[in-house]
């Protein structure tokens, strides 16, 4: 058992490779250089492959607004907002809630 113990790499016939500084900035390099190749390809399929909703953008004809924003109590902050002429409450709390506006009790729909 205690010779078991005092075993080395030497003694089991392992050697330390010797690394040279250019050859690990080199394949650092190569790392780098396929990583960034792997994104490129990556944005390309999910704009290529992607459904048609998940890349357009908001039109032009979409209106939104901010009416006002209230601070109820510390942790509470209501706003009325409107998005193409239907006015909205987002209360913001620990939670986001978001329903339609009343005005006085007829809703804008």
């Known amino acids: 058992m205690a010779e078991s113990a005092s075993l080395t ?6 050697k330390q490779d010797d690394f040279s500084l250019t050859g690990l900035l080199l394949q650092g390099a190569g790392v780098a250089a396929l990583g960034i190749i792997c994104v490129f390809l990556m944005v390309f399929a999910l704009k290529r492959f992607s459904p048609g909703n998940w890349s357009q953008t908001v039109s032009n004809e979409s209106q939104i607004q901010h009416i006002q924003s209230r601070r109820i109590s510390r942790t509470l902050l209501v706003h009325v907002i409107k998005v193409d002429d239907r006015s909205y409450v987002v209360a913001e709390g620990e939670t986001t809630a978001i329903t339609p506006h009343l005005n006085n009790g007829v809703s804008d729909a």
């Open 9 to 14: 790499g030497e003694t089991l016939g392992l």
